[in-house]
Every structure is written in structure tokens, then in C-alpha cells.
């Protein structure tokens, strides 16, 4: 198979989830120039934030492109983007936006309605990429501003989902996805938990929801969202202990970023290997000197290239490409990061499963997947085991189709139904019985 017709099938496998609802075109017009694309002028941040992590700094009705008609209103339900103020891993007040879906189904657990805060996967650095965006314009062509870009909603398909069983919805967007005063900090652990945690703030913060202070909260998230909700079970009890936490589902988290790096490099997600290291300088600027080092003028002008595309621009654009052609040396980053201590420290800062997560977590990873591998998620379930945290290991028993895209996005679409109505009867009160007793130390 050709280069470009195994592109071509990763993204037909992005574009499955949207198979029936149809697709929007982009933006006809926008505000706000952002690094050469354009996005509302909603997503540009005020001067200064509100002191409390979950204030709502701004919202507006966002229109839902894919929507079918009730008896009484519009299903699955109605739309709010907002903005929020959380707090980055460097202790700084950050703007975050996001969307709140209010379901038009009811609620037939017991007690007050829950929140599900949903992470998105993988979307891009560019400020058009957003997960808020993607459900007004769920398969975006082009953003204007001279940048032609591929964007596909999705995450559309598991939000759908949850709001058919009457569980209330609000998705982050995470740091720097679209508001447009920083790039998007994409894997940092400490930025995408705290964002978790405030978007569940958040929609508490909003007037005329269906959710109460006594909602219970579930997260949901694959693939970054996966690591992004893991990392928010692990901070909870120290960042957000108001927040009622009671499930997690973590989908192929990535956990361990140095097995994750040297699993993407010269694979169709090459380019999020270049998110990560723009994300890293992003929060130490320090990081910009090793940058300057290692990088030769085609490296450094990828990394710019890639602060602004999307998941489909990026395959297209830079798939199967090795990052050896990016540096003078022609090292890998891998190589680059064993070799950089001050480095190294960083991404190990990122790790997952040192700490004790809050609720049941179902950790759910495909047994083939070489794209996030399936043996650093599953060590961060054993070792939350050992920390006497309540998981449900769940490995996903997919055979390998020889492509490490397809691999890492087959579970995601098999599972996700399981992994819909396990969250669902655990935030209607049904309890999960841990399996860390029987899940053997060795894969």
C-alpha cells in the first residue's frame, strides 16, 4: 500500500465516527488572525482572568451542526461555548475553552443529573483544531487566512453517546487549542488535568443547567484524553477535592511519553512529536536553548509548520517522515532526550502512575496498539494497583492490521460503546469491582 492510500485509510477511520450525521463546511468568516489562521474572536482571552480555577470568564450558544429534530427540542440536546480560567503547570492563571452540551434525553438514574467531563483525542496545535469548534463545522476544509486545513470532529460520535443516556456533557479544549494568546502545551500532564478538573468547575459555575452541586462527575477520554483524564484522577484529591469524582475511563493513555516518542516517530503521527516539543518550550522557555542545539533549519521550520495544522494536515504533510531529518546530527528525539538530562527530567515530570488516582478508573487499551503501546498504559494500571487505586484493566483484544494509525484508533471505536455505558451505570450508582487482583504483574 502506498504512502498516501494508508493515509488515506487512517483518515477514514477518523472520519467513520461522523458516518451519517453528514459534515458542515468551515467558518465563513472570522475575527481573530492566530498564527496566520482565524478563529472567532471568542477565543481570544481578556487581560485578566478571575482568581477561582472554574470561573466562567465568557459563554455563548453554540450551534450544533449535527442535531436531529424531537418532539420538544432539538436531540441530542443544546450548546455552550465557554471560556474558563484554570491554572497551568507553572502555577499561571490560563484561559481555556470548551463547550457545555445540556441533553435533551432525561436523566434515569437516580438523583441529580451527572456531568461527564469529556478530553478529546489528538485534534493539532492549531487554534481551528478545537473540539468546541468541531461541533458547529465538524469537518472544517479550510479556516481562511491564506492556511488550508483538514479537521475532523471526532470526538462528535462518544459526546453524542453520553447525552443519549441523559449524562451531561462539557469538553475541554485543553490550554492554547484555540484561545490565542499561547500554543496548546499538548501531553503536559499537570496543563490538561487541571483543565479537566475546571471544566467540571465550570459547568457548576453555569446558570440554567440541568446539574446540580450534588451531580456526581465521570471522565471520559482515548488517546490523549485518555492521558489527559488519568492525570486529572491523579490530581483530584489535591487540585479539585470538591469535585465529586467517582469514574474515570482512560483509553489508551499516554502515560510513559518516552516509550510514546520513540513509538511515533516515523509513523503517520510523526507531526505530534513536533506538538510536544512546541508544547514543552511553551512551558519552559528554557527548553528553547536545547531547540536551538539539535535542531537544523528544517526542523525548526516543521515545528513551525505544525504549530498550526491540524491531525489531517499533518498526516498529509509530514506522515511516515523520521524526525533524523530534523535535526543537524541526524539523532532522533529520542536520542536527544536520553542524551539531555534537563530533558529527560521534563518528560519524566509528565509521567503517569505515580500517584494514587481518585474513583474506579477503567484503563482500556488495544493489545496491538504500537502507536500509544499497549505496555506503558498498562503499566500505569498495574502500578496504580500497587498504590491501592480501584482499576479495571480492560485490554482490548484487536489482532494488529500492520499499521501502528489504525491500530491505536481500532479500539478506540470498538470499545467505545462498552466504555459509554460502563461510565453510565457507574455514575447511576452501580458499583465496579476492581480487577487488580488477578491482573498478572507481566503483560
Not at 116 to 145: E, F, K, N, R
Not at 152 to 174: F, R
Not at 241 to 262: H, Q, R, S, W
Request: glycine fraction near 12%; aromatic fraction near 6%; hydrophobic fraction near 45%.
Amino acid at each position: 500500500m502506498s504512502v498516501r492510500s494508508r493515509i488515506s485509510a487512517a483518515l477514514l477511520v477518523l472520519a467513520v465516527s461522523l458516518a451519517g450525521f453528514g459534515a458542515a463546511a468551515a467558518p465563513a468568516a472570522a475575527a481573530v488572525t492566530s498564527r496566520g489562521v482565524t478563529v472567532p474572536d471568542f477565543y481570544t482571552p481578556p487581560a485578566a482572568l478571575p482568581e477561582a480555577n472554574g470561573s466562567v470568564v465568557r459563554s455563548e450558544p453554540l450551534p450544533l451542526a449535527l442535531s436531529l429534530p424531537g418532539i420538544n427540542s432539538a436531540l441530542p440536546g443544546s450548546a455552550t461555548r465557554i471560556m474558563y480560567k484554570s491554572t497551568d503547570s507553572t502555577g499561571n492563571p490560563v484561559a481555556v475553552t470548551g463547550a457545555y452540551l445540556e441533553p435533551a434525553a432525561a436523566w434515569k438514574g437516580p438523583g441529580s443529573r451527572p456531568l461527564v467531563v469529556l478530553a478529546p483525542g489528538t485534534m493539532g496545535q492549531g487554534d481551528q483544531c478545537t473540539t468546541s469548534l468541531a461541533l458547529q463545522y465538524p469537518l472544517i476544509l479550510g479556516a481562511g487566512g491564506g492556511q488550508t486545513t483538514l479537521s475532523i470532529g471526532y470526538e462528535i460520535l462518544a459526546m453524542y453517546q453520553l447525552l443519549a443516556k441523559g449524562l451531561a456533557v462539557i469538553q475541554t479544549d485543553y490550554p492554547g487549542l484555540g484561545t490565542t494568546d499561547r500554543l496548546h502545551t499538548y501531553v503536559n500532564r499537570v496543563d490538561e488535568g487541571h483543565a479537566v478538573l475546571d471544566a467540571a468547575r465550570a459547568a457548576k459555575a453555569l446558570p440554567n443547567t440541568s446539574i446540580t452541586a450534588q451531580s456526581a462527575v465521570g471522565l471520559y477520554g482515548y488517546s490523549q484524553g485518555g492521558g489527559a483524564v488519568a492525570s486529572a484522577a491523579e490530581l483530584q484529591s489535591s487540585y479539585a477535592p470538591e469535585v465529586a469524582l467517582t469514574a474515570t475511563y482512560a483509553g489508551a493513555p499516554p502515560a510513559d511519553l518516552t516509550k510514546v516518542t520513540a513509538a511515533i516517530d516515523g509513523t503517520e503521527l510523526v507531526g505530534a512529536l513536533g506538538w510536544a516539543v512546541n508544547g514543552f518550550i511553551q512551558t519552559d522557555p528554557g527548553l528553547q536553548s536545547l531547540a536551538g542545539k539539535y535542531l537544523s533549519s528544517a526542523g525548526k521550520a516543521a515545528l513551525t509548520d505544525l504549530s498550526t495544522m491540524c491531525v489531517g494536515d499533518a498526516l498529509f504533510g509530514y506522515g511516515f517522515k523520521s524526525s533524523t531529518s530534523w535535526t543537524t546530527g541526524g539523532q532522533s528525539l529520542a536520542d536527544i532526550v536520553q542524551a539531555e538530562p534537563s530533558l529527560r527530567n521534563f518528560i519524566d515530570q509528565q509521567f503517569i502512575g505515580a500517584r494514587k488516582p481518585t474513583g474506579v478508573v477503567r484503563v482500556a487499551t488495544g493489545v496491538a496498539d504500537d502507536l500509544v503501546p499497549h505496555g506503558q498504559a498498562r503499566t500505569m494500571a498495574v502500578d496504580w494497583c500497587r498504590l491501592g487505586g480501584q482499576v479495571v484493566y480492560a485490554p482490548i483484544l484487536l489482532p494488529s492490521v500492520g499499521d501502528p494509525l489504525l491500530n491505536h484508533f481500532g479500539p478506540l471505536l470498538t470499545d467505545q460503546g462498552m466504555a459509554v455505558a460502563w461510565l453510565g451505570d457507574r455514575l447511576a450508582g452501580q458499583p465496579a469491582a476492581s480487577n487488580c487482583a488477578t491482573m498478572p504483574i507481566q503483560p
